[in-house]
């Protein structure tokens, strides 16, 4: 059972930076896909950026539109965490992060929809002003 618990939440002007980090408690390599989400209260859950396990053997990271170019994902392995590096922060970021893991499905193994992935931490508040 993997178990994902996110920091570095925090309030920033527009234009700043923020990192933010999610540890696993079991190997980051038993997923086929970890992942960012984000939630406005009364919106949906929307996909920021998701990126290859390592047993998978692929690379390659892949971003929605509206951050594409401002964040980077990456996944610290040695280290079980999950990263979101996140720059040119817009008022319209303002949101909780949540880190999520898809443990098992059909391939390809990233996804966009919050449905395909079972594994969730409590999220993180991004508040840009």
């Known amino acids: 059972h993997v178990q994902l618990v996110e920091s570095g939440g925090g309030s920033v002007q527009a234009g700043g930076s923020l990192r933010l980090s999610c540890a696993t408690v079991?190997?980051?390599?038993?997923?086929?896909?970890m992942a960012w989400f984000r939630q406005v209260p009364g919106e949906e859950r929307e996909w920021v950026a998701n990126?290859?396990?390592?047993?998978?053997?692929?690379?390659?990271?892949h971003y929605a539109d509206s951050v594409r170019g401002r964040f980077t994902i990456s996944l610290d392995s040695s280290k079980n965490t999950l990263l979101l590096e996140m720059n040119s922060l817009k008022p319209e970021d303002t949101a909780i992060y949540y880190c999520?893991?898809?443990?098992?499905?059909?391939?390809?193994?990233?996804?966009?929809?919050?449905?395909?992935?079972?594994?969730w931490g409590q999220g993180t508040q991004v508040t840009v002003s």
């Open positions: 990126i290859p396990g390592a047993r998978t053997g692929l690379i390659g990271a």
């Open positions: 999520a893991a898809r443990i098992r499905g059909a391939y390809p193994p990233c996804r966009t929809s919050p449905d395909d992935y079972g594994t």
């Open positions: 079991a190997q980051t390599t038993t997923s086929l896909c």
